[in-house]
């Protein structure tokens, strides 16, 4: 057991291989995750307009795009809890095969989309694997590994979504899928050849079988169960009646919807940002162009290092302190950012400052959050607080929406910051779980 005064370079000591493969696995399938859900904010357009028989700039598009962005919102949070329970009655190792396999077959489904309503209903499906993926791998992760190595794996393991959005912005970037679409003997618009990519995660089942074993903890917890014995109470059941694994999965539900809220709320709108400041004179192309770079630059250098340092930082002064250091970093450096961003590149680095707090808390969700239950209801109780966090952040958004028309876009935004006070308050009762073996 990790003691208060081990150095946080030491967390690899008596680590094996299998933990590598463990935390490799558990990155390729959210890493995966994240790009499948990147595709569609990238394709969207040209995706919908086809469907619609309407041109790109055609108001019925974006319509139609957000009742897609809503139904992929509600399928996460059925997709996330259905697999939490499933892999924890089932074990973390099939559930996820089912759940990568899930994302992975119906991304290259929306290929043979005709419609707007085949979209919506497969953004869905996506949902429901792409939530279920991330509550079972951060489990696996928590149980695999141990004290300090627990805290910078988990860190770890979420920070690798930010590769995802680095693989999908550059998919996006560059004319590999109008290449492919153009070599094919008929006529395939680029947007359906982007999607058919997304089935090439599904490899990733023949290794998970091959090379992945069962969470011990996982099944110790079942041998505990006598033979024959009925289960009284489902997971959810039992998260949502026992007071105690109540509170945290509330608490956690909170931290997560102002997290992921904030996330496409503040962070989402960043290439807007970094186009707008272009000024009236650019093209609609200079302004795509400069949104794509600011975002890069701002995934890499703000988002992928706050995500890494979250770990030592946690691990030097606990769960609750760090949270509030990224709280209040993310406080007063996104009114900061949008308020006074004049030119292209000072709006770079203020939006890389800026997401190091906004999108580099959101690793230690996967810290923070399975080591809140025990291991009969970890994954349920993760799921919950981060799946359904999702739709939390739907109702914000929409009022962020509300706000934009009467406050301008750069107010509506610098308001949502006001979000996190309230993860402030939150953190003020939220449990302590540095240092504590996982609760069983």
């Known amino acids: 057991m990790s003691t208060k005064n081990d150095a946080p370079r030491a967390w690899r000591q008596g680590l094996t291989g299998y933990h590598g493969l463990v935390l490799i ?64 009655r089932i074990g973390r190792r099939k559930s996820m095969v089912w759940s990568i396999l899930t994302y992975s077959v119906f991304t290259g489904v929306h290929y043979f989309a005709t419609t707007w309503w085949h979209i919506a209903i497969l953004r869905f499906l996506v949902a429901v694997g792409v939530g279920g993926e991330w509550a079972i791998a951060a489990a696996l992760v928590a149980e695999v590994f141990s004290g300090r190595a627990r805290t910078a794996a988990g860190g770890i393991f979420h920070a690798s979504s930010v590769v995802g959005i680095i693989l999908a912005t550059l998919l996006g970037m560059t004319s590999l899928v109008e290449v492919l679409a153009d070599r094919l003997p008929m006529d395939v618009s680029p947007w359906r050849i982007a999607f058919l990519i997304g089935v090439l ?36 059941t039992e998260l949502m009646t026992d007071a105690r694994w109540r509170k945290r999965a509330l608490i956690g539900f909170g931290l997560a919807a102002i997290g992921l809220s904030t996330y496409w709320g503040i962070i989402g709108w960043a290439p807007e940002l970094a186009g707008t400041v272009l000024g009236p004179d650019a093209t609609d192309a200079d302004r795509r162009a400069a949104g794509s770079t600011a975002y890069l630059i701002m995934s890499i250098f703000g988002a992928l290092l706050g995500q890494l340092a979250f770990p030592p930082i946690t691990m030097w002064i606990g769960r609750r302190k760090a949270f509030a250091v990224y709280h209040v970093g993310a406080l007063i450096t996104v009114p900061i950012a949008y308020l006074a961003a004049s030119s292209f590149w000072q709006t770079t680095a203020l939006l890389t400052v800026m997401a190091f707090f906004t999108a580099g808390m959101h690793s230690g969700y996967a810290i923070y959050f399975p080591e809140m239950f025990p291991t009969r209801l970890r994954a349920t109780g993760a799921s919950f607080c981060f799946n359904v966090g999702r739709l939390g952040s739907a109702g914000l958004l929409l009022i962020r929406g509300e706000m934009r028309a009467f406050l301008g876009f750069r107010w509506a935004v610098a308001l949502m910051s006001l979000l996190f006070v309230v993860g402030l308050l939150l953190l003020w009762i939220a449990p302590e779980t540095k240092d504590e073996e996982l609760p069983e």
């Open 25 to 88: 696995i558990a990155c390729l399938g959210w890493i995966f995750d994240v790009f499948e859900g990147q595709l569609f904010t990238l394709f969207k357009t040209p995706a919908m307009a086809e469907v619609l028989g309407v041109s790109t700039t055609d108001p019925a598009v974006d319509r139609y795009s957000n009742y897609a962005f809503a139904s992929f919102l509600v399928g996460g949070a059925v997709g996330g809890l259905f697999f939490g329970m499933l892999a924890d």
């Open 201 to 236: 995660p599904a490899i990733l089942i023949v290794w998970i079988l091959a090379s992945l074993k069962e969470s011990e903890r996982w099944q110790a917890a079942q041998a505990e169960v006598p033979p024959g014995a009925a289960r009284r109470r489902g997971p959810l």
